[in-house]
């Protein structure tokens, strides 16, 4: 089963983390971190029943960048999705295909979900590698905290159990790869203006396809040479 961290960024309410914990016990998921939580006291634990073990553990940060820091894959959740292929920002996988997706591989990853009332920001979601969600009705689509984290593990759980997929490129070579990327965009003089949303695009499509490390290298190559290339005024022999 996937190694996966669930990250619970500015959660307001002590009973919905213990819940939280008392579903990871029930799907077999230990690692939790909490960014600038509440106070966690009687009423988390009373939730959590036998999962007070995982509270006792959580891990507490004050940024979203330190939960995620060790993880090859970061997703986040949104209750709130817009349509259109457009807007890439907000144009999530539906859970049980991102389970699928990442099913076979052992390295760690994050599920990161936000607060309550208002979400991930979006400068928080613009450093997510993709975003997942859970299909509910038109007109009620936001789940509590709780019970969407509670599917999000179902999910994971159901197809925890597959053959090794190749070795993906890890975190800290795929932000290279971004900022070669953006070092790109630079050389072609890309319009300022398209330039923040095209770099989220770009990993939002690396998230959604998980490189692997040839693929990595391969792509590392052609934006080296490119950016080379363009730069030194030179073409192609």
């Known amino acids: 089963m996937p190694d996966v961290r669930f990250v619970?960024?500015?959660?307001?309410?002590?009973?919905?983390?213990?819940?939280?914990?008392?579903?990871?016990?029930?799907?077999?998921?230990?690692?939790?971190y909490l960014v600038e939580p509440c106070e966690i006291g009687e009423d988390a634990y009373r939730r959590a029943k036998h999962g007070s073990d995982i509270l006792d553990n959580a891990v507490s940060v004050g940024t979203m960048e330190e939960a995620v820091e060790d993880c090859f894959l970061v997703a986040g959740t949104s209750g709130i999705t817009t349509k259109g292929d457009r807007n890439y920002t907000r144009l999530p996988v539906p859970v049980r295909e991102f389970a699928q997706h990442v099913s076979g591989y052992d390295e760690k990853m994050a599920v990161v979900f936000g607060r309550e009332d208002i979400g991930l920001f979006q400068e928080e979601l613009n450093k997510c590698d993709l975003l997942i969600n859970v299909p509910t009705?038109?007109?009620?689509?936001?789940?509590?905290?709780?019970?969407?984290?509670?599917?999000?593990?179902?999910?994971?759980?159901?197809?925890?159990?597959?053959?090794?997929?190749?070795?993906?490129?890890?975190?800290?070579?795929?932000?290279?790869?971004?900022?070669?990327f953006d070092d790109l965009m630079d050389a072609i003089d890309y319009p300022d203006h398209r330039r923040e949303d095209t770099s989220v695009m770009f990993r939002r499509m690396m998230g959604r396809s998980i490189p692997t490390k040839y693929e990595y290298n391969t792509i590392m190559g052609v934006f080296g040479d490119a950016s080379k290339i363009i730069k030194n005024g030179k073409r192609w022999e």
């Open 8 to 32: 619970l960024v500015g959660p307001k309410f002590e009973g919905n983390v213990g819940a939280v914990a008392r579903s990871m016990a029930n799907f077999d998921f230990e690692e939790l």
């Open 137 to 180: 009705s038109d007109r009620y689509p936001v789940l509590n905290l709780s019970h969407a984290a509670t599917l999000v593990m179902y999910e994971l759980f159901q197809f925890g159990n597959v053959t090794r997929r190749a070795e993906p490129a890890e975190r800290k070579e795929k932000e290279y790869m971004f900022g070669f």
